[in-house]
Nanobody, 121 residues
Framework: QLVESGGGLVQTGGSLRLSCTTT????????VGWFRQAPGKEREGVSC??????????SKSSGVKGRFSISSDSAKNTVYLQMNSLKPEDTAVYYC??????????????WGQGTQVTVSS
């Protein structure tokens, strides 16, 4: 139901902007989150936005605060993840997911297929 785009191969220090959109429903009143899964690791939360009031959250354990920025465009029904100062440890498949019940991991019921981000050293 959700479609991610914008992944690719970038050098250390580079930038990418991921996009997440859906044609099945509107993002209003949803929390939309970005998650990632690196090879051999558990999927982890990266960032989340409440598309209704714009509240954002960045995972401290993921190490992206200050480098990544999440935003939404209601006219385009799209949520973005701007990723700057990329590091090799950011290499992962990035997924977006939507929740209309809360911000916990189990609340995110709609998921995209993921987009690969590879950061070369």
């Amino acid at each position: 139901q959700l479609v991610e785009s914008g992944g690719g191969l970038v050098q250390t220090g580079g930038s990418l902007r991921l996009s997440c959109t859906t044609t099945g429903f509107r993002f209003e009143n949803y929390a939309v989150g970005w998650f990632r899964q690196a090879p051999g690791k558990e999927r982890e939360g990266v960032s989340c936005i409440n598309t209704d009031d714009g509240r954002t959250y960045y995972s401290k354990s993921s190490g992206v605060k200050g480098r990544f920025s999440i935003s939404s465009d209601s006219a385009k029904n799209t949520v973005y993840l701007q990723m700057n100062s990329l590091k090799p440890e950011d290499t992962a498949v990035y997924y977006c997911a939507a929740s209309d019940t809360g911000w916990g991991y189990a609340d995110f019921a709609s998921w995209g297929q993921g987009t690969q981000v590879t950061v070369s050293s």
